[in-house]
């Protein structure tokens, strides 16, 4: 029966379908300059002892799941033998991150400061938001499709309706605004 499909498929809650284990090295570079003009003419010099560089290793992982709080009767339809679920859309999440501090490396010039914990936070932060940024390109939001239908199928196939009568769709194709972080 339909109320009994839909109970074992809330059962389920949230259906964790793709998970990506991503690493990235956060770079930046910069260099003190002598600006200024001269006889009408700018000039910008690099200083030769006053560039630093840091490069800093982050781990991150990122989860695709199907939250089925709110599936109800009406994410489902029957034709006889032919049955439709309307899944709800996956959601992103970056579950994790980590910066390997023991595997940063930085040079740092004579003439210039160690990089503050303030400016380590903000290349942090960067880095984050650059991994959110690609998450659309990984393909997690299909592979979460792909896993939850496989993960369903067998599971409408034991309620007795044959494979080929079982259509697994989404409502709507994703945007980056779509795409949470925790």
Do not use: W
């Given at each position: 029966t339909i109320p009994l499909m839909v109970t074992q498929i809330q059962r389920c809650s949230r259906l964790y379908t793709a998970e990506y284990?991503?690493?990235k090295i956060i770079t930046h570079d910069d260099t003190k300059k002598l600006e200024g003009s001269f006889m009408s003419k700018k000039f910008s010099i690099d200083l030769p002892l006053g560039r630093r560089k840091i490069a800093l290793p982050m781990d991150a992982t990122v989860k695709?799941?199907?939250d089925f709080g709110d599936f109800s009767e009406k994410n489902l339809h029957?034709?006889?033998?032919h049955i439709e679920v309307?899944?709800?859309d996956p959601k992103v999440v970056i579950t994790s991150t980590k910066v390997d501090?023991?595997?940063a490396r930085q040079y740092i010039a004579l003439t210039r400061s160690r990089f503050t914990d303030e400016e380590?936070?903000?290349?942090e932060q960067q880095g984050r938001a650059q991994i959110v940024k690609a998450i659309p390109q990984l393909g997690i939001v299909e592979t979460?499709?792909?896993s939850a239908a496989s993960i369903l199928i067998p599971m409408l196939e034991q309620m007795g309706y044959p494979r080929e009568n079982i259509q697994i769709t989404f409502r709507k194709d994703f945007t980056l605004?779509?795409?949470l972080q925790r």
């Amino acid at each position: 029966t339909i109320p009994l499909m839909v109970t074992q498929i809330q059962r389920c809650s949230r259906l964790y379908t793709a998970e990506y284990r991503l690493h990235k090295i956060i770079t930046h570079d910069d260099t003190k300059k002598l600006e200024g003009s001269f006889m009408s003419k700018k000039f910008s010099i690099d200083l030769p002892l006053g560039r630093r560089k840091i490069a800093l290793p982050m781990d991150a992982t990122v989860k695709a799941y199907i939250d089925f709080g709110d599936f109800s009767e009406k994410n489902l339809h029957r034709k006889g033998n032919h049955i439709e679920v309307i899944l709800p859309d996956p959601k992103v999440v970056i579950t994790s991150t980590k910066v390997d501090h023991e595997g940063a490396r930085q040079y740092i010039a004579l003439t210039r400061s160690r990089f503050t914990d303030e400016e380590l936070s903000s290349y942090e932060q960067q880095g984050r938001a650059q991994i959110v940024k690609a998450i659309p390109q990984l393909g997690i939001v299909e592979t979460a499709r792909t896993s939850a239908a496989s993960i369903l199928i067998p599971m409408l196939e034991q309620m007795g309706y044959p494979r080929e009568n079982i259509q697994i769709t989404f409502r709507k194709d994703f945007t980056l605004g779509d795409i949470l972080q925790r």
